[in-house]
């Protein structure tokens, strides 16, 4: 709808802005004839940036609580990794230990052996023989 002067349209002579009253609304067009956007449009623009702005504002805030459940699946994993190797080092240590403990008993064994043989020896050379007793 481009002005039309014959309307009864006013024009600014500096502005070159066009006033023109349509169905008892006032109107207003710039110089090349497009016209201003209404009180009504510009409420709608800014109700609709404000919505945009909402949903950013919800994206943004969903990739961070996305970031934040991926960080912590992380450290889950992380943990679950240092307990298993935690239960892996405590299983060698038990397995050591018990190692340890078959080779103090056969380490106690022999040295009963070689009491035992020693002691033995010992009767022998006494003249004494383990045998003729009935133990």
């Given at each position: 709808d481009s002005p039309n002067p014959a309307s009864g349209g006013?024009?600014?002579p500096r502005l070159g802005i066009t006033f023109e009253l349509v169905a008892s609304q006032l109107v207003l067009y710039y110089p090349n004839g497009e016209p201003f956007a209404s009180y009504l449009e510009i409420s709608e623009q800014r109700d609709m940036a404000q919505q945009q702005a909402e949903l950013e504002?919800?994206?943004k805030e969903q990739e961070r609580q996305r970031a934040e459940q991926a960080q912590?699946?992380?450290e889950l994993e992380r943990l679950e990794k240092q307990q298993?190797?935690?239960r892996a080092e405590l299983e060698r240590l038990e397995k050591e230990q018990e190692r340890q403990r078959a080779e103090q008993a056969e380490q106690a064994l022999e040295l009963e052996r070689i009491r035992m043989k020693a002691l033995l020896e010992q009767l022998k050379a006494k003249g004494i023989n383990p045998e003729d007793f009935n133990l």
């Open positions: 006013w024009v600014s504002r919800l994206a912590e699946a992380l298993a190797s935690q």
